[in-house]
């Protein structure tokens, strides 16, 4: 395994940015604080295959984690609620502008035990009359009609794994 070099930091980081700002989010202004972790994703991804919130502990099993992979499944909630995600690599207007201060926030993600319990999602309606499926992004709610999901949702970047069949 080769080791991660700034030049890899700093390049996802630069992207991630880049991609945030088209999409109407913001990274942290904290460019120390990004950079770090930009990296604990970049540990999670050559670890576990995939970008495993760097402040959560990932169990290595994808499907489990997919609500934890960056950008989260809370990451929204939590930007609306607190201005921050649980990691605080996005933030809200307030907080990139120097409005508002950084806070720490509480764990909306339920314990393990609980999301084993969780029931599955009733059945989806019969579609049969639909030309095709309609996938939803679970970070951001997107919609799209077609056979497949996109590889990458293009509202937020989420990757395809991201989506549901949504009716």
């Known amino acids: 395994m080769t080791d991660i070099t700034e030049q890899d930091v700093e390049g996802l980081r630069v992207r991630l940015g880049r991609e945030a700002e088209q999409s109407g989010y913001h990274l942290n202004p904290d ?25 959560r502990l990932a169990s290595g099993e994808k499907t489990d984690d997919l609500d934890m992979i960056c950008p989260c499944d809370y990451r929204d909630p939590d930007l609306g609620e607190y201005g921050t995600c649980y990691c605080g690599l996005y933030v809200s207007q307030e907080i990139a502008s120097g409005e508002k201060s950084l806070a720490r926030i509480p764990e909306r993600r339920s314990p393990a035990p609980e999301r084993k319990k969780a ?45 549901e069949r949504f009716m």
């Open 31 to 55: 460019a120390d604080f990004t950079r770090d972790l930009v990296r604990g994703l970049l540990v999670n991804e050559r670890r576990y295959g995939y970008w495993a919130c760097p402040c």
């Open 119 to 163: 029931k599955p999602k009733p059945g989806v309606p019969d579609t049969r009359e639909l030309p095709y499926p309609v996938w939803r992004c679970k970070v951001c709610g997107y919609l799209c009609a077609r056979n497949e999901p996109p590889e990458v949702c293009p509202v937020c970047k989420a990757k395809k794994e991201r989506f």
